[in-house]
């Protein structure tokens, strides 16, 4: 998923905002996600496979996976 979709998504979820700058906005706050939690290990690139990383999912408690 790139950014633009997760800050579709993001919108979707929680509504759209009467103020013009609301969607744009989510946009940026979904590529500054997305980046930080590429730089900090916890999901790969999508050209890398697009996937949650080890370290990622034990974040999220989506895996009982070992260090």
């Given at each position: 998923?790139d ?33 930080r ?17 080890a ?13």
């Amino acid at each position: 998923m790139d950014t633009e979709d997760l800050g579709r998504r993001l919108v979707d979820v929680r509504g759209s905002s009467t103020g013009p700058g609301f969607a744009p906005a989510v946009a940026r706050m979904a590529g500054t996600l997305a980046w930080r939690l590429e730089s900090r290990g916890f999901i790969a690139e999508a050209g890398a496979g697009g996937r949650t990383t080890a370290a990622g999912r034990r974040l999220i408690s989506c895996s009982s996976e070992p260090e």
